[in-house]
């Protein structure tokens, strides 16, 4: 079982930053591949990047490639997403996910899920 908190997340103005941390329980951090998912109102969730256990695959979505950052720190047992240049359709709760493969991450098929963090852009 692995249990995930994510932190990190409030209200920004357009063009601000954010960074988002994401603890996890358990032992095996290291096998296990994390991602980063948002859903805004009436939206379904989507995948917004995922990383793989040892940090040799990394996937953006389009819409925040060159401005949003997935990294881990395996010793500490944590996920990060670093959010720069922020708009307000950036708006939405952002879970951490975490699965047994990289491929059920990016197939929106992880096996643990964190109860999110809400980030609000004010435009």
């Known amino acids: 079982q692995v249990q995930l908190v994510e932190s990190g997340g409030g209200l920004v103005q357009a063009g601000g930053s954010l960074r988002l941390s994401c603890a996890a329980s358990g032992r095996t951090f ?15 969730r989507e ?20 401005r949003f950052t997935i990294s881990r720190d395996n010793a500490k047992n944590t996920v990060y997403l670093q959010m720069n240049s922020l708009k307000p ?15 059920l991450v990016l197939n929106g098929g992880p096996d643990y899920w964190g109860r999110g963090t809400q980030v609000t852009v004010s435009s």
């Open 30 to 44: 290291s096998s296990y591949a994390m991602g980063w998912f948002r859903q805004a109102p009436g939206k379904e």
């Open 47 to 66: 995948l917004v990047a995922a990383i793989s256990g040892r940090s040799g695959n990394i996937h953006y979505a389009d819409s925040v490639k060159g």
């Open 89 to 103: 359709e950036d708006t939405a709760v952002y879970y951490c996910a975490a699965g047994r493969s990289i491929f």
